[in-house]
């Protein structure tokens, strides 16, 4: 069965540390994945894009990276502040995956001043 | 504020009422989209529009979820004698509608809907 898995369990980390979130995937080829952010009561947040055929992408303080033979994104954001409290999404389109985005279920991430 | 909007924010309705949600995307967004989220999941994928063609609607939940989109602007999705179980944040996004590109989808704030 097709899955998407984030981990579950929040990441507490500390301010100014590099924080490194991971999106696993089973039985899907997307042409590309997305991150977004969401913060409590609100709507996802649009972060970064990655498409099959990039292995990196970086935005400021974010960096994503794709591996399609692991069937893996990890989603990094460095020098870490309060700020980037919040629940991170990634989310899979195009390919297999469809027109529509299919979303893993989120994890937390508390930055600790 | 020219972001996508979803009114009402907050819906609380007992079992057995209809219910029905409004989104107003961001304009001249070609495509639509309604998403179910529950407390510590994703959006979950319920059905999208292309203009005023509902292009996909066989990830409604039941036949007690219908959404339209008469005039390709804004969209309403209904639900029919609700359940408790229905009640979840109801997401909607709208992208460009290029066709081909990848999208970014832009997300309203949500209603809230609570069945007693």
């Known amino acids: 069965s097709q899955k998407i898995e984030q981990n579950s369990e929040a990441l507490n980390i500390q301010e100014g540390k590099t924080a490194t979130l991971t999106c696993n995937y089973t039985?899907?080829?997307?042409?590309?994945l997305q991150w977004y952010r969401q913060d409590p009561g609100r709507g996802p947040v649009f972060l970064l894009l990655i498409r099959e055929n990039e292995k990196e992408k970086r935005k400021e303080r974010l960096k994503v990276t794709f591996d399609t033979t692991l069937k893996q994104s990890l989603f990094h954001i460095t020098a870490s502040q309060p700020a980037d409290s919040a629940t991170y999404l990634c989310a899979l389109g195009g390919g297999n995956a469809g027109n529509m985005l299919t979303f893993g279920g989120g994890t937390r991430l508390m930055v600790k001043p | 504020d020219t972001g996508v909007s979803q009114n009402p924010r907050h819906k609380i309705t007992k079992r057995g009422q209809n219910v029905t949600f409004r989104c107003d995307p961001i304009s001249e967004h070609n495509r639509l989209y309604w998403y179910r989220q529950t407390l510590g999941q994703g959006p979950e994928f319920l059905t999208y529009?292309?203009?005023?063609?509902?292009?996909?609607k066989s990830r409604l939940l039941s036949d007690r979820f219908s959404a339209e989109r008469p005039k390709g602007s804004f969209s309403t999705l209904e639900i029919q004698r609700t359940e408790q179980g229905d009640s979840a944040m109801y997401l909607c996004a709208s992208s460009p509608g290029l066709a081909g590109a990848e999208e970014t989808q832009y997300f309203g704030p949500g209603t809230r809907l609570l069945v007693l």
């Open positions: 529009f292309q203009n005023e063609a509902q292009l996909e």
């Open positions: 039985n899907y080829s997307p042409a590309y």
